[in-house]
Antibody, heavy 114, light 110 residues
Framework: QLQLQESGPGLVKPSETLSLTCTVS??????????WGWIRQPPGKGLDWIAS???????YYNPSLKSRVTISVDTSKNQFSLKLNSVTAADTAVYYC??????WGQGALVTVSS | QAGLTQPPSVSEGLKQTATLTCTGN????????AAWLQQHQGHPPKLLSY???NRPSGISERFSASRSGNTASLTITALQPEDEADYYC???????????FGGGTKLTVL
């Protein structure tokens, strides 16, 4: 059974960079033609797609976040990662990684606060 | 902000049928259909259907999806208390080269 697990700091200061990694176990990130993505959910709000990547490295970004986001994949570690720079309080959310959309991580709450 | 349009809330009675809608355009829902996700409070979303009516293994046949033009629908029959949740649709938008979500529908089972 495929499992995904988000990891990274739970608290980030305003204007700094949010960095999260998703570790995939129970299957290879490079063995299937799926999008591996990051989706976030601000407290009490809906789902917001951030970015996705193929194992080949082709990346796709939410146009409203594109200038601040980088998604990358490390097939040797079976991981993919997210970097979101210049964060503000509006970036406070639960961040999910997913093999879109059939397998999800449990989510990681990231709070942006000084 | 949501790229697809969903009604904020739907209420139906126990054992009744609920139909949730998701409206997009010809670049997203009308092109490749939509995925439907269910989310209970405090849990990650769960995939119910993808590309209109393909159900992952283990998803009840009470959940069925369809599409007409640029609108996707999720029909839930024989409503159970555990169906009370938030439901989201999502589709690939070929003009944006991006995934878009609906704002979500909160289903209440009366």
């Amino acid at each position: 059974q495929l499992q995904l697990q988000e990891s990274g700091p739970g608290l980030v200061k305003p204007s700094e960079t949010l960095s999260l990694t998703c570790t995939v176990s129970g299957g290879s990130i490079s063995s299937s033609s799926f999008h591996w993505g990051w989706i976030r959910q601000p407290p009490g709000k809906g789902l917001d797609w951030i970015a996705s990547i193929y194992y080949s490295g082709s990346a796709y970004y939410n146009p409203s976040l594109k200038s601040r986001v980088t998604i990358s994949v490390d097939t040797s570690k079976n991981q993919f990662s997210l970097k979101l720079n210049s964060v503000t309080a509006a970036d406070t959310a639960v961040y999910y990684c997913a093999r879109q959309y059939d397998f999800w991580g449990q989510g990681a709450l990231v709070t942006v606060s000084s | 902000q949501a790229g697809l349009t969903q009604p904020p809330s739907v209420s139906e009675g126990l054992k009744q049928t609920a139909t949730l809608t998701c409206t997009g355009n010809s670049n997203n829902v009308g092109n490749q259909g939509a995925a439907w996700l269910q989310q209970h409070q405090g849990h990650p979303p769960k995939l119910l259907s993808y590309r209109n009516n393909n159900r992952p293994s283990g998803i009840s046949e009470r959940f069925s999806a369809s599409r007409s033009g640029n609108t996707a629908s999720l029909t839930i029959t024989a409503l159970q208390p555990e169906d009370e949740a938030d439901y989201y649709c999502s589709a690939w938008d070929s003009s944006l080269s991006a995934w878009v979500f609906g704002g979500g529908t909160k289903l209440t089972v009366l």
